[in-house]
Structure formats: C-alpha cells, structure tokens
C-alpha cells in the first residue's frame, strides 16, 4: 500500500537554520527508508549545496531562463543517501521577482507530475525567512505543503516572524495546511526556552523539539556534511530523529488552528515574556 | 469621520472613508471596513423614497448586496456622523475630503475639472457586485492615458510590459481584441487605415515597440530587457524626435528600473520615460504636445474660419464633420486627440480658435496644454446624436461667422439624410435597448462626462428606442427605482431582480434586444438571447448618428444569441 506523502514545510526568520535543520531531517528520513525529495525556495541553495557536496545548482529559473523550458532531467539532482534535490532559484539580488520563481516552480511540479503516486513518500520545503509576499506562500496556498514548522530562537524578532507565519498557516488552511509546531534552535545556554514554549501556546501550538548549541555542527559544515552523517551518534542528532518521528505521527485532522495574535498583542505580551 | 488611508483601516477602527465622489445631487462615500468588502454609502437630499435611513436632511442608501453585520455598524455610524448635515454642507467640504471627485460638470461647460479618478468607490472586479455590474467606468479611466497617444513619423512608443496586457488595454494597432468596450476604439468603423489620418503613423518604419515580457523576466527582471531595445533604438538610423518608454503594472511590481534605463540615454534627449503611475504634474504627453504647440508660436496667424478640433479621435466620422465644416468655409486646421501628431501640433497656433470635445479623460491634457493658449475655446455639447450634431455644427459656425453657411449646409445635408434617419426611426420606434442600472449606474449613463462624452441614454431615447431598465433590488428591500429623467421614463419600463438568477429571468424577459455593457461578448447578456451593445456603437457627427442607429438597430434585429446565445453558456 503506498505511503501517504507527507509535505513538511520549514520557515522562520531569515538566518535561524532552516536550511541545515532541514537538510538533517531530509538525510533522518532517507536514513529511515523514505523516498525523499528536498525542495529549494531559497534563491541561496543552501540546503540543496549541503545535501549534494555542489555549489554550481541548477534551478529552474536558471532551465527558464536558459532554455524557455524546464524539464526534470534538468533541475533534480540525487543528493547524498538517495535524496532528491530541486532547487526554485531565483533572480539576481535586487532585481525581478523571487516569489513568481516561487509559484512558476510549482506549476512545473504539476506540469511534470513530479509528485505522481509513489515516487516520493516525504517531501520537505525549506522556504526563504518570513513569508513578505504571496509568491513565497505558493507552496501553502496550493496545498503542496501541508504540515508547517516554524523555527525559532528566543530572540524577539524571531517570534515575530513565527507569529506573522502563524497568519499566513490561518490564511491557507482551506488549503489543508496546519501548523505542525515550533522548533526552539537556541544559539546559547541562557536562552529563555519557556518563553517560547509559553509562546507556542498563545499559538495554540507546541515545541516539537529543542535544539541547542552543537559544535558538531560547524564541525559539519565544514566537512559539506549533514550533521546526521558526520555525528550520527551525537545527542543533537537523537533529539533531531525525535523531531523526525513526532512530525510524522502528527495527524493534520486533529492540529488545531493557530490563533496568532495582532500586532498590538504581540508587542504587549513580549513585554511579559508571553505570560498573559 | 477619519482620513483616508490606503491601506486597510486598523484593527478595531468600524471603518475608513477611502474616497469622495459627487454626481450631482448625490454623493457616494467608499468605506472600508475591517474584514469586508468595500461598500460604497450613497447621500442625497432626503427624497422620502426607500433608504437604508434618513437623517434630518438626507436619504442614506448603499450599492451591494445584503449588508453585513459591519457594514451595518459602519453605515450607522455615518448616519449618525450625519445627523444634522445638509447636502450642501457635505458638498461644501468635498475638496477637504480624501480624493474628494469635483462635481460632474453640465454637457457643454468648460472642461476645465480633472476628473480622471471619478467614480474610483469600489473595485469593479473585486466588488461583491461585479455579477450585476456592466458599467467599467473604473477601467476605462485607469486606460484612458494609453488611449491618448503620441504619434508622428518622428515618435517611436516603447512599451515596457507584457503583451498580454493588451487585453486589457485599449488596442493600439486595431487588431487586438480588448476585453473591455473601449469608447475610443473604433473596431465597428470600416477595416483598414479610417480616412483622415494626417501625417499620423510612419508607413515605412515602425513606430511601436513592446518588451513583451514573459514569465522568466518576471522573476529575473525585465530591466535588462528594455535596456536592450533603447541600446537598439538608439544604435538605429531611425530618425526620431522622440522615444517615449511607458510601461505596464507588471514592471512597476517587481521593481524595474525604468528611469534608470532611460537615463542612460537622457544627454541624447530623444529617449523619455512616461510614467503613468506618476503625478499628475509628471505628465510627459502634456510636456511634448505642449513643447509642440509653442514650436510653431510666432507663425502668421490666419484670420479665415479657420479651427481647431480636439477629442475627435482620427475616424470616418471626423473626416465627415471636417467635410460639413469645409462645405461652410470653415477649414479645421488640426484635430488631435486623442491621437496627437506632433508634427501637426506645431500647426496649432495657427487657428485662432480650438473646439474641445467634453470629455472627463481628456480633461487634465485640456487644461494643461490647451486651455491656457491664447485662442478661443469652444466647448459645446458632444454631437452625438442628430439634434445634439445640428446643435455642434450651429455653434461652431456662429463662433466663425459662418452661421448661415453652416445652416445651408446642414439643412441640405439634412435633406440627404433624412430619409436614412426616418427610415431607421422607425426600425428604432419597434425596438427596445436594455440597461442594467442602479441609482449610481444610471447617473452615469445620463450624464456624457461620465461615459466619454457620450450621452448614451439621450442619443438612444432621440433615435427613437425604447428602453428597458434592469433595476437592482436588494433581496426582501423595497425596489429602489431611480429617479428617471422624463424622456427617460417616458421610453422606458422599469424590472426588477436581485440576484444572478433572477438578473438572468429578467433580461430573458424584457423585450429589449439587445442590452448595454462595457465588457466585450458580455456571456451575461448573450447567454440570456441578447445582443451585446456598448459606446463603441456611437459615432459623433450627423452622419455618425446615422451609422449609430444602423448599429442600434442592427443589434436589435440580430437573431443570432436569441437562437443559439444558451450555448455560449459559461460553465
């Protein structure tokens, strides 16, 4: 009986460490024996550069913008533990429009039937920062998403982000999308961990794991490895296989809404460090 | 009431007051309202007739369909703001008030009023009414600065854009299909170049450009592009006075850099940039037409009959008015706009008096470049229409003492037409024009400033049409009939509906023919039998109104979506 696909969707504030939590998961699950595909909508390619030991990724903007057309062959590239990596791309820096990539990314999915039955199981989105225009939602408005995490620290402006998410989760339920919970990567041992846990809850959501200050990672890094590959053994990475098996247990029919709260409350409530 | 905000009003605020606008004795308020659809309040003297409430002074209605808990709240709270406020207390504040619209000016008076943003309440596509909506006047003022355009064999037009947006667009080469019933596109005139283009496009070079930007320069940008086709068209031999690059929405959106294109090339002065997002101020079709005008200042003068023509778009139409005129002496010197020849402009001066078509798009190109000129201006009622034209001819030969030449002409030219306009009186007296209005729509259609100068319900009623009014009425409201001018409600009977089933029951009903709108193949009226008619019908000039009642007529008496109009049926 095939698997139903599960399409997980990171996002966070710019610099938060989507792109390396994500590329651990990818490796986690194609670890685990899934079909993995890895998508890109992050004009910096980060992920797709640590899962395939590349730098020069071809896009599919770069085929559009070459060729007028996109097809398959051009743009997936079989990453390190049989994962498949596609990359959105997008224009140069201050110019064009990055979303429309976005959105004309997804409509070649549909066109190439890239998600036909059973050729991937798990499908993960490492979206680019905040959600600042519709062509970066694509991925939720259409349904290709449908379990969001939000990565966070317990720097304010991180949360801010998290709760504008929340709205954009809100705006594409219709869609099918849920907001699966935050992931707390905290980048010291002072961090206030219960000051995002209280506010997961004033999101009516939870922490699905924490994360804390590794060197393993950097060390990683530097070798162009997932931390899962370069530390299999490591406390970091027990805690990232728990996040891999809490996020597919998670039910979409049973996640409540989100209530993320408006600008105002926001402000006023971090005052309290979310206490109400 | 709070200023206008274009964004959303805070969270918490009842409401925002976007825009202003008055229509005579009537003053419709757009508010936004927090998690709504706009709504759009119309005041007017208090009249006794049903109204959402009445204060002290005022009537208080609203367009759309069943108000909504908060459009209620709103609409109770402008009330209350309103208590005791006069109509004419409200007019009086209108200039203080945000994109306040000046009051629709009488047929015929100075068009001297910027009016090009009236009639902006709600968003024709995204309002709740668009189902019963067939009036796009939003539309038509956002194009009408694509429809006046700069030619001449020295002018070349770089449109940095996607093709597509030419749909949308007035067409600029009489080919493309618009999706809406531009007033100044003549698609019905005779194919092929009209008569009386003077000196207007180069036949052996082009004179249009389009980036045609596509998907991939979207995302990547399309700066680049229109750098290439300037670095081209500077490179070229062509010999041109002036580049004008304009641009479509898209550009503005993802952020190209137009003006930084262009300025690589302003030491050579040929290429400019035309913003038409830009104020009003920044008006580069104003700028050149005028730079034209006073190029020829200094030249001897004529003192014959000699006259200028504007807003006459370039048609058969025009060459027949230019005839009339020329068989009582009178010589029209220029007719510009909404084409504007600037080569020909330098004639301007020339004539020492100009006759400027009533119209509200081309109203600010009127009081920036023409009106401040030192020549006589006529503004006489559009002559659209047999008596309307009679009465155009009249006026413009009294101003060139030409009246009694003027009124053998017209008398003989009469007696031509006579029996072409009797003949199609009476095919006009058997047929019936549909409309489908509400209190604001049928404003609109009376008054010509409002609908390019063309007083589609008098010419319509003049030729002898019945009429049939489609009136919105709210489901379970009491049917809100406007107040129908008498000639109007002397030709005219009055339905009803309030829903898109009912809309449908009811122009398949009505014995009107054929039935109004701005939209092109309007399915609403063809899938219900009817034929389609818009301002594209209506041709200025004697021999105009002959051609616009053989349209009319023609529309009326065409069987065809009457028979097989249900299977044009969207589905």
Redesign the interface.
Known sequence: MARRVEKIVFLGKGGIGKSTILSNLSTIYAQMGRKVLFVGCDPKRDGTMLLTNRVEIPTVVDQLVLRNEVSAESVLLKGRSGIDCIEAGGPEPGVGCAGRGIARMLEFFKESDLFARNRYDTVLFDLLGDIVCGGFATPLRRGFGQKVFIVVSDELMSLYAANNIARAVVNCAQNGVVLGGLVANLKDSSADEAMIGRFARLLKTRVVATLRRDPEFRKAEFRRLTIAEHAPGSATVRTLRRMARTILVIDPGRVPRPTPMDDRSFYELSRTGFRR | MKRADPNRPP?GEPFTVMSMTRRGRSVTIAIAVPGEPDLAVILTPRDGKPAFVETRHLSIRYAGDALKPRHEEALKLVAGGLRDATFDAIVSKLPEMPEAGPETPTAGGPPDADRSHEVVTVDEWGSPDRWRTFIFRREFARNASSAIRLTGPRVITVSHGESECRYATPQIDGRTVSLYNYPWVRPLEAAGRPEGRRGGVGDEIPCYFSTDL??????????AKLRAVLDRLAASTVDTDVVVVKSTCVPH?????MEGAVARWRGKGRIRYDDVFAPAENDLTAELFAAAIDKGRGRRRSRGPLMNLAGIAVSPALAEIEALLGAAGISVNCALIPEIDLVAAERWRDAPCQVLLPNPYYAPLYKKVLLPLPLDTLTPAAPYGVAAAEAWFGRVGSASARASAVKTVLRNRRAELGPSIDSLRRSAAAARLGFVIDDTSYLTLCDPSASAGIPVLDVAVELGFGIDFLVYAPSGAAPAVPPLRPAHAAAAAVHHFSDPESLEKSMRSAPCTAVYSDLYGDERITSAGKTPFSLQFFEPGLEGAVRTAERLVGACANTFFGRYGRHARRT
Do not use: C, L
Not at chain 2, 253 to 257: E, L
């Open positions: 969270a596509r998907d991939v320069d979207i995302i990547t940008g399309g700066t959106v993802i952020g190209d850099d």
